[in-house]
């Protein structure tokens, strides 16, 4: 008759002491009380959600506002740079004469 034999790590279960503070131990005996889970489970979620990286935060969808401007079938909007630019020319003049 042969015989397996099943071998265990000697770390597959760790026991660790570990000293809390007060206020540490109230906030983790009221998760135990709260979700009803053992002591172990809620220190371990605890230790988990704090080492853990932190999630980049989800984006917000980008939504551009828009204005109804109306139409004007006369102006010529393939020129509108070169009219933007004349506007900007023009404000540039009427600020330089205000300095003489």
């Excluded at 988990?48 to 980008?62: D, Q, V």
């Excluded at 006369?74 to 900007?88: C, G, Q, R």
Aim: aromatic share 6%; glycine share 4%; net charge positive.
């Amino acid at each position: 008759m042969m015989m397996q034999q099943i071998s265990r790590c000697y770390d597959d279960v760790v026991r660790t002491t570990v000293t809390l503070d007060p206020d540490t131990e109230k906030l983790l005996r009221n998760a135990v009380r709260e979700r009803g889970t053992s002591f172990k489970a809620a220190l371990n979620d605890a230790v988990r959600k704090g080492l853990a990286p932190p999630r980049p935060a989800r984006a917000r969808r980008f939504v551009q506002k828009t204005y109804a401007m109306g139409t004007n079938d006369h102006f010529p909007w393939d020129k509108a740079l070169a009219m933007a630019d004349a506007m900007e020319d023009e404000e540039i003049v009427r600020k330089l004469s205000v300095r003489k």
